[in-house]
């Protein structure tokens, strides 16, 4: 009896042991595989131009150089600016952006790659990089190339207002079709996790139509607030950057590629005492908890690595094959300069033999209107007389 | 009220001066100068490989060797350069040339050359794969799309010809494509399309608003500047695009096709901070190919890149005349690019025999001289890959102290202006003027001119007077513009005269669009001119595009111009709704009115006095007033 007492307690001791370590274990393992992303990449636009709006691009830029810091390469960056602020001719300095008023820290920085730029920042490219559906001769830098497997963060600044964002001043983008754009990205799996911020006034309703899972979503106001820029810098006369995006800046200066900083401490950047607007953002298309999700998984950048215990020599130069043909077919006659203002030649140049057209346009319908009226005159019973 | 915003239309013309290319990556050779001219300084011995028509191995390998002047002794001895290296692949040299102007600017001009002795076109050898020097992402981009040459620029700002001379590579404004395609490919539009698109992506560029509207292709000018037999110009195309902006972004990808990136070598001057605070700033990357050798018998590819920079003496100069690389470029050079077979900083001191123009240090006794454009100059030359131009500090810091006031220039010998004429937004006049300066000499000139089709040209009133008389062109070739398909083209071949004052104009109408109210629009034209210069002694030119013969070709580019569109009058709605309304009221309803309105008799209303009276007799049962 006492034995199979104690053999029961021995066995309920165990499996509780059992049962705990491998609850451990999975939490560790789970742990380990819960971001489940291959590659980062990153859209970033800012959509206004002329001079005045200066602040925007100084944002995108900044969120630009946090992304590049962290990690991301500017292969997987698509960065469109709807204006060039560096080297406008108002620009006292040219070829730098700044930040701060006291000039501190130039964003724009000396390695930049913009892919879309000036003219180029309309909806419809946007909606056609985030969808993929681009004409077949887009380079490669201009396409966003992700996969099923992709974090993207997507960043999207100017001017906007209750449901929609504005464009060059010409256009606007409503949140329906924004909405809209993401889901194609889903059917498509063209995403694994997306992060969504926005820097604009009502930047809160444009993400309130998302129906697509695995989107967070921040924005610097609430429906019916404005978003402020922070301060202007005399010497170049506008405002330098955004409130929001400001203090955005500042807080991922302290994050380094390793650090274990996670989304909330994103959701409490810029509180209504410093940024006067209320940011807003939504969760609850996202699967996982926002406590657990690391900031560099969207603005850092997953560096695939493959050990190897196999050692390498590298000492021995690859020969490039001779490529020059054999000695046969050597060609004997040397070859020339071309004349670069061969007078003669031009003067007694041949008109060129153009093409023949088939007419169009006026004469197509002065001809018709004189075989309308011969037939008509004649009747086609008289053209055997022709004929 | 009138919403006269003006679609300004900038109308860029580009005149089109190829040069005997600019000094700045070669020095010229001279051999056996004969010429007493000189001041009895000896002539460059050159060696058995300098022959003057081998225009593609390094000539300065054999640089006239002087001690300096100032030491009162002249000896002369040769610099037997390292041993031509036997098939070299591929080789890499890099130059940076300073010329100071007379207006007190300075003038650098940085040349990247590759040379690549391989056939990207032809199809029996195994393709291309292995890229050492060579960038891979050009070298695919021609295979693929099998390019003879391409020719990209871009350019912020306007040369001044009149301040500051002709400069070695002419760019007009803007970003400029012009490409040679090879003769077996079938679909010429086609592949030019794909490449603008590629070509925008490499250079981060907007080159992608390069369509069917804005390219041209020349009959006349434009010709290959490299090695080729035929030239059917059903394989050309060129267009600009005026309004592209040049910012880091464009220097960034330039930057990475060099070997050595921006790490070592003359590279590491180029900090885009300074580099865009000029007055002039142009890049450009020429692909060509060229001859391998002395025969001629093979081709090698050559792509060169070129940085022009003008710094301006007030914004950078704070006043003082002085310069230093350190000034201009907030860099000084540590060493050259390993890759490198040369690298070299080039002076220009022709204007400054004695040292009395300005100063120049460190001290030198290397100098080089080349012709530029018929002009022959001096050059005091530091060689990177010496370790002794370095000195004691490692770091190489050149300083240039202006001492006296530099006279006027001479006025350059071609000079082109172009302006728009005429009032209202309808109706106007381009005029293109060409200044020939040179005393006795008449020079043939090719003026190509691409107008948009929203500028309706009247060919009819194309007129050309030189010293107000009738010049009639040699040829003229015009293609017509169709409406949103193409522009217009216009090249003539005019002859002229010595010191002359040449105009041509043209009358255009302005085609009513409706343009964005904030765009602009930009028309391109170019001129290209010949000069045949022949001299006493023979000149050589090993550089660049171009000629064995004593002549050379330049290319001018005018200012791109600026002409207004008519935008319509956007209060036109409500007028035509005010006035409409008002015609229907006051006609219609005056008719209608007259029709169906009556009349009928209607008592008037008693007085209340008599009212009241009357109700009093009511209550009294008395009979009522009338």
């Not at chain 1, 509780?16 to 491998?22: E, N, T």
Request: with cysteine; proline share 6%.
């Amino acid at each position: 009896m006492s034995n199979d007492f104690l053999q029961m307690h021995l066995k309920a001791v165990m499996s509780c042991l059992v049962i705990f370590l491998y609850k451990v274990h999975t939490t560790k393992a789970g742990q380990f595989f819960s971001s489940g992303h291959t590659n980062n990449w990153a859209v970033l636009v800012c959509t206004s131009r002329f001079w005045f709006n200066y602040r925007h691009v100084a944002n995108t830029l900044s969120v630009y150089r946090s992304v590049k810091r962290l990690g991301i390469p500017d292969s997987h960056i698509v960065l469109m600016l709807a204006d060039d602020m560096a080297c406008n001719y108002r620009n006292p300095r040219p070829a730098t952006v700044f930040s701060h008023k006291n000039m501190e820290l130039n964003v724009y920085g000396d390695d930049v790659e913009v892919d879309y730029r000036g003219y180029e920042v309309t909806v419809e490219n946007f909606l056609r990089v985030l969808t993929g559906r681009l004409p077949p001769s887009t380079p490669r830098s201009k396409r966003l190339l992700s996969d099923d497997r992709s974090n993207i963060l997507i960043y999207l600044t100017g001017h906007g207002g209750n449901g929609f964002l504005k464009f060059q001043d010409s256009e606007e983008i409503s949140n329906m079709e924004l909405a809209d754009a993401f889901e194609q990205m889903w059917q498509k799996r063209r995403y694994n996790e997306l992060l969504f911020i926005i820097d604009t006034c009502q930047g809160a309703s444009m993400y309130e139509r998302f129906y697509s899972p695995n989107l967070m979503a921040l924005a610097s106001s609430q429906v019916g607030e404005d978003s402020l820029s922070h301060q202007p810098d005399l010497a170049i006369g506008v405002h330098l950057m955004d409130k929001y995006t400001f203090y955005l800046l500042e807080f991922l200066e302290e994050v380094h590629p390793a650090s274990q900083a996670n989304m909330n401490d994103l959701f409490k950047v810029c509180p209504q005492s410093q940024c006067v607007s209320t940011p807003g953002h939504r969760t609850d298309l996202f699967q996982r908890d926002p406590g657990s999700v690391l900031i560099t998984d969207f603005f850092g950048s997953v560096r695939k690595v493959e050990i190897t215990k196999d050692t390498i020599n590298l000492t021995s130069p690859v020969e490039p094959p001779i490529q020059r043909s054999g000695s046969g077919d050597i060609q004997i006659e040397s070859l020339t300069y071309v004349d670069q203002l061969p007078v003669a030649e031009i003067i007694h140049q041949k008109p060129k033999q153009k093409d023949w057209h088939p007419p169009d346009g006026f004469i197509l319908g002065l001809w018709t209107l004189i075989l309308l009226v011969f037939f008509q005159t004649y009747g086609i019973k008289h053209l055997k007389h022709i004929f | 009220m009138a919403a006269h915003r003006c679609g300004l239309s900038l109308v860029c013309i580009l005149i089109f001066s190829s040069l005997a290319h600019p000094s700045s990556c070669d020095t010229l050779e001279k051999a056996n100068d004969n010429t007493a001219t000189k001041r009895s300084i000896s002539e460059v011995n050159t060696d058995g490989s300098v022959a003057g028509e081998d225009m593609n191995e390094r000539q300065w390998q054999s640089t006239d060797v002087e001690v300096n002047r100032s030491d009162g002794t002249k000896t002369s001895e040769t610099f037997t350069p390292a041993p031509a290296p036997a098939p070299a692949r591929d080789q890499f040299q890099e130059e940076l040339v300073i010329r100071p102007l007379h207006s007190g600017d300075i003038y650098a001009s940085f040349q990247f050359r590759t040379l690549w002795d391989t056939d990207f076109l032809q199809e029996r050898q195994k393709k291309v794969s292995h890229y050492r020097l060579f960038p891979k992402s050009l070298g695919q981009v021609l295979s693929k799309f099998s390019v003879r040459e391409l020719h990209i620029s871009f350019t912020q700002g306007f040369w001044r010809t009149m301040q500051w001379g002709q400069p070695f590579i002419p760019s007009p404004p803007g970003a400029e494509l012009w490409v040679w395609f090879h003769h077996t490919v079938s679909d010429v539009d086609g592949n030019w399309k794909e490449l603008t698109n590629v070509l925008s992506g490499i250079f981060c560029a907007s080159l992608n608003f390069i369509d069917m509207t804005n390219t041209v292709q020349p009959s006349a000018s434009f010709k290959p500047l490299g090695l080729g037999n035929a030239t059917d110009h059903r394989f050309l195309r060129y267009a600009t695009l005026p309004r592209e902006i040049v910012c880091t972004e464009n220097l960034t990808p330039w930057k990475k096709l060099l070997p050595c990136g921006s790490k070592a070598g003359l590279a590491v001057l180029m900090k885009s901070e300074k580099l865009f605070h000029s007055s002039f700033h142009s890049q450009a990357v020429h692909i060509r190919p060229i001859c391998q050798d002395e025969q001629c018998t093979s081709k090698a590819w050559e792509l060169r890149q070129t940085l022009n920079v003008v710094f301006d003496h007030y914004t950078s100069g704070q006043g003082k005349k002085e310069w230093s690389l350190f000034k201009m470029f907030s860099r000084t050079l540590t060493e050259a690019c390993p890759l490198a077979s040369s690298s070299k900083v080039y002076v220009d001191i022709t204007d400054n025999p004695e040292g009395e123009l300005f100063e120049l240090s460190p001290a030198t006794h290397l100098l080089s001289r080349a012709v530029v454009l018929g002009d022959r100059r001096t050059y005091s030359v530091y060689d990177l890959t010496r370790a002794e131009t370095f000195g004691q500090l490692r770091s190489f810091n050149l300083l240039l102290r202006w001492k006296g006031d530099s006279g006027d220039m001479l006025r350059p010998l071609l000079h082109a202006e172009r302006y728009v004429a005429g009032f209202g937004l309808q109706t106007g006049e381009i005029h293109t003027v060409i200044y020939n300066n040179h005393p006795y000499r008449a020079f043939p000139v090719l003026l190509m001119d691409s107008v948009p089709w929203y500028l309706q040209l009247y060919v009819h009133t194309l007129t050309v007077t030189s010293k107000s008389r009738d010049n009639k062109p040699s040829y003229i070739h015009y293609q017509p513009a169709k409406d949103r398909h193409r522009p217009h083209l216009l090249e003539m071949l005019i002859q002229l005269p010595p010191h002359s004052m040449t105009e041509v104009t043209v009358q255009f109408e302005r085609a009513l669009i409706l343009k964005d109210l904030t765009s602009s629009a930009l028309v391109p034209s170019m001129v290209a001119m010949s000069t045949n210069f022949t001299q006493d002694q023979p000149l050589f030119s090993s550089f660049v595009p171009v000629k064995e013969e004593s002549s050379y070709f330049v290319r001018v580019y005018t200012e791109p111009l600026l002409v207004n569109l008519p935008t319509p009058d956007f209060s036109m709605p409500y007028n035509v709704i005010c006035l409409t309304c008002t015609v229907v009221a006051v006609g219609y309803g005056s008719f209608y009115n007259l029709l169906t309105r009556t009349f009928q008799v209607d008592e008037p209303s008693p007085p209340l006095a008599k009212r009241l009276a009357n109700f009093i007799r009511r209550i009294r049962g008395v009979p009522l007033l009338a």
